[in-house]
């Protein structure tokens, strides 16, 4: 197995569900990654470590998702150099506007690339992550030019369906 390149962690296992769809775009364009619940409150001397060893274990990309009062992206960017991509979660009583703002609203300095609320965000992190990968990969850049060709021939097909 390659080494990781891209980290991808969360605040919490309730976040895997959204977080999967990163992972899954991970394992289509076969870059090589890992996983792991990391809390920002729950577990704050492990985010710190994380973040502070992320760079010497290789890795090139960090994703954070997190929910509610999601500190985990923008605490681990200001531990690292690497880029954070933040996902906010869908959280239930305010459908993730809350995570939302707590990812998106960094003060200048410490940037977070803030991705949309939920599954979307999460599909597209781990695009951007690639992408970013991919800037000195051309194998990766290839498979993510051939996914944007399945993307565009699955909407041209889906005419077919308005009947
Ligand atoms: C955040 O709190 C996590 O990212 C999660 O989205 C939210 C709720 O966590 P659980 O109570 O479901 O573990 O830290």
Redesign the pocket.
Known sequence: MAEPVIGVI??????WETMKLACDVLDELDVPYEKQVV????TPDLMFEYAETAVTRGLKVIIA??????H?PGMVAAKTILPVVGVP?E?KSLKGID?LLSIVQMPGGVPVATVAIGKAGATNAGLLAAQIVGTCDTKIQDRLLARRERTKAAVLRSSEDLV
Do not use: K
């Open positions: 969360m605040g919490s296992t309730s976040d809390s920002a409150h729950r998702g997190a929910g509610g009062a999601a985990l979660i959280s995570s």
